[in-house]
């Protein structure tokens, strides 16, 4: 168990930003397309 802990960070934080940008790309083309 402690092995997933220290493996986390690894590969959560780019899973983060890729996941913050994937949803700021859909929120810009949500907001375009009803504008």
Do not use: C, E
């Not at 959560?12 to 504008?35: D, E, H, I, N, W």
């Amino acid at each position: 168990m402690p092995r997933k802990r220290n493996i986390a960070p690894r590969w959560l934080m780019p899973l983060l930003l890729a996941g913050s940008m994937v949803a700021a790309g859909l929120a810009a083309t949500l907001v375009s397309s009803f504008q």
